[in-house]
């Protein structure tokens, strides 16, 4: 079936139930219609959750316990997916809490599919905190950006053998027009330039420059940082 995208985005916006063929559509949906969808699913993600993400491995913070659930996504089938997210979106029983996602490397996952997915979820469940692992530049890659719109929760990539990971992350951030909660008042690139330093990494601040630009040394993200007034 195709889909209508019109009739679709006014049932979502008048918090309308979706059924399982809509989700089926949703999940199938042509490339040029999955940037559309992104557009609506990052509405709703900001109707619902502002501009704020929240990550729990920020510098400093205690260990969190994490999603409270998972969506078990190891096999590629749309038809079962859909069904399942048909049932999540009805449920009164469905658990609160933060939702992650278990992409299972033998799924092979294509970025579209997966962008796919994570669009149908912020449409299924528009008030549910989804959450986003530390795959996810291998499972989204060049659609990352669009990923990072939609959910409302992740793990930085912070690991001193790949330092400009991090870096990479905050960069992202801003570009999704996104702020990290907890750190409004705090400078990041300059917590993680000296962590990294710390951690035995040489010429942190330097790639911290050439990641982020000419302020990126001192830690600042040329006054439009998405981690606040402080800067990054």
Not at 216 to 222: D, I, L, R, Y
Request: glycine share 10%; net charge negative.
């Amino acid at each position: 079936m195709t889909l209508n995208f019109s009739d679709l985005a006014q049932q979502v916006r008048s918090g309308q139930p979706l059924s399982s063929s809509d989700f089926y559509d949703l999940l199938t949906a042509s490339p040029a219609a999955t940037f559309a969808l992104a557009d609506l699913a990052a509405e709703i993600r900001t109707a619902h959750f502002g501009s704020y993400l929240t990550a729990g491995n920020l510098p400093g913070a205690e260990e969190g316990s994490g999603p409270a659930t998972f969506l078990d996504l190891s096999t590629y089938d749309p038809q079962k997916l859909a069904d399942q997210l048909a049932h999540l979106a009805t449920d009164p029983a469905a658990e609160p809490g933060q939702l992650g996602i278990l992409w299972g490397p033998e799924a092979q996952w294509t970025p579209m599919e997966a962008l796919r997915v994570l669009l149908t979820l912020r449409l299924a469940l528009p008030q549910q905190s989804l959450h986003l692992g530390a795959e996810r530049e291998k499972i989204f890659r060049s659609l990352q950006p669009l990923a990072l719109r939609v959910i409302d929760s992740l793990e930085l990539a912070y690991q001193p053998a790949e330092p400009q990971l991090i870096f990479e992350d905050l960069k992202l951030i801003v570009g999704a027009g996104l702020t990290l909660a907890g750190a409004e008042n705090r400078n990041l690139v300059e917590e993680y330039v000296q962590a990294l330093t710390d951690a035995g990494v040489q010429g942190a601040p330097a790639l911290a420059q050439s990641l982020l630009g000419p302020e990126g040394q001192t830690g600042g993200c040329g006054g439009s940082c998405a981690c606040g007034s402080g800067g990054c």
